[in-house]
């Protein structure tokens, strides 16, 4: 998910009443793209932009809000509290920047509807012209005490700081900036340039991103100013998606050829099975366990007019052959159940969401489903193993299980660990030939 502009159609007050709500469901568990998948698309741009903020901007803001008053607050207003926060942090919604007293005056506002109102209104009126002015204070004097502003769990830290002791910090700071939007140009339509000059004339700038990791992008383009889909030329015909360049190397490495059976075991939304597409016509099973998510395949197919006899969309479990007819694969793209500890910069909520028994399961989610799609490969076939995530247990460690029980697991050269960086997600990279002909 990416930024997107800001849009003042909604006042200030409505979007911090809907950004404080929004950050409720996420502490008591949901995905913050569902629940922002379920406003009104007027709404979703500010609330998006409010709720990344304030989540990025979590441990700051809490510190703030703990130096002046020592009981925690009602949830509801303390999610009002880390809205209005992150707006001062941030020098204001769109960087354009609101001014203090307005965001002091509708974060007051926005607690009309919570009971006892005139306690809540009270309270974030005071709380919030206090941290304005030590805010002020700050930025002569810069605070320091602990440089990720952003929350992690102390078991996702100790990991990366396991794992990663010279760069973890840094890895952890740069998760909670703003990422950039990325595109992806529709190979069956345009080359890279043709966009990139379709982009200009429509007075949008964008750069080629050429390569990542060692493997060179031919679709990948940079904007550095996001802009809403709705103003990308031809993107409701499909020219264009949106992805980030860290996923955009799956294809790439899997190579599809014209008339090659592939197998997308883990599809949905489709992005990687799209980008496949886009570069070779194949024979196309995506297959995707979950019914809601199954439905995004079809519909991101239709819009950039990849469906075709060929393609087929499938719902069912990777883990099982239930659903399979015997055929084997020439190739696998494996993009695995996570916990998408890579892709934070664009989902904030993750943090909040994991638990840290969540990797020792999902990593034998992905070793049941490696299983069972190695069996489905033909001898002299490749499988993509993929995961967007940054801890060791997902990435290196499942593949070098594999390789171990694996005897006609043939290692072929891939990335490996892509570490989260300013123009790309954190993502895991293995490829196997199965031994035979
Ligand atoms: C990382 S996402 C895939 C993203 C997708 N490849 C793309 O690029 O748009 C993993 C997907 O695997 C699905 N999944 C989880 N367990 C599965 C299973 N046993 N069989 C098939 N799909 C599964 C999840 O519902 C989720 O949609």
Redesign the pocket.
């Known amino acids: 998910m990416t930024d997107q502009k800001t849009s003042r159609s909604l006042p200030l007050s409505e979007a911090i009443t809907i950004s404080a709500q929004a950050i409720g469901e996420v502490m008591a568990g949901r995905s913050l793209t569902e629940v922002l998948e379920q406003l009104d698309a007027h709404e979703r741009p500010i609330v998006q932009s409010l709720t990344f903020d304030a989540l990025r901007k979590w441990v700051r803001s809490h510190d703030l809000i703990k130096q002046f008053i020592p009981k925690a607050p009602p949830p509801e207003v303390e999610y009002v509290l880390s809205v209005a926060i992150a707006l001062f942090l941030q020098g204001g919604s769109e960087g354009k920047g609101y001014a203090a007293h307005t965001i002091v005056d509708q974060a007051v506002k926005a607690c009309s509807e919570y009971e006892p109102t005139m306690y809540a209104k009270g309270l974030v009126n005071a709380v919030l012209r206090k941290v304005s002015l030590a805010i002020q204070a700050e930025n002569e004097k810069p605070y320091p005490p602990d440089p990720i502003p952003m929350f992690f769990p102390p078991w996702w830290r100790a990991s990366l700081k396991r794992n990663y002791s010279k760069v973890w910090q840094a890895m952890l700071i740069q998760q909670g900036q703003r990422a950039p939007l990325i595109l992806r140009v529709n190979a069956q339509q345009h080359t890279r340039q043709e966009y990139q000059d379709l982009l200009q004339q429509a007075g949008i700038n964008a750069e080629p991103i050429y390569e990542l990791a060692g493997i060179s992008l031919d679709s990948a383009l940079l904007l550095r100013e996001p802009v809403p889909v709705s103003e990308l030329p031809g993107f409701y015909s499909g020219a264009v998606s949106v ?1 980030d360049a860290g ?1 955009q190397i ?1 294809a790439a490495l899997l190579n599809p050829k014209p008339g090659e059976r592939v197998l ?12 496949l597409l886009e570069l070779a016509s194949c024979e196309m099973i995506a ?4 019914g809601e ?1 199954l439905g995004k ?1 079809g519909g ?1 197919l239709d819009r950039l007019r990849l469906q075709s006899d060929a393609v087929q969309v499938v719902r ?5 052959a239930t659903w399979w007819d015997g055929k084997l694969f020439d190739k696998i ?1 494996l ?4 916990s ?1 500890s890579g892709i934070v910069a664009r989902h904030p909520d993750i943090p909040f969401l994991r638990r840290e028994a969540d990797i020792k399961a999902l990593q034998l ?1 992905q070793q ?2 490696l299983e069972q799609a190695w069996k489905m490969l033909k001898p002299g076939g490749a499988l993509l193993y ?3 995530s940054i801890f060791p247990e997902e990435g290196k460690d499942q593949a070098a299980w594999f390789a171990t029980v694996h005897a006609d697991a043939l290692r072929l050269s891939a990335p490996g660990q892509i570490l989260p960086a300013e123009l790309n997600d954190g993502f895991y990279y293995a490829l196997f030939e199965k031994n035979g002909s």
Request: aromatic share 0%; net charge negative; proline share 5%.
């Open positions: 992805q996923a799956a997308d075991a883990c599809a949905a939304p489709g992005g990687k099975t799209a980008h297959l995707e366990l979950d998510r395949i991101n069912g479990d990777a883990s099982k793209l993009d695995a159940p996570c998408a989610r049941a489903i993929v995961t967007c």
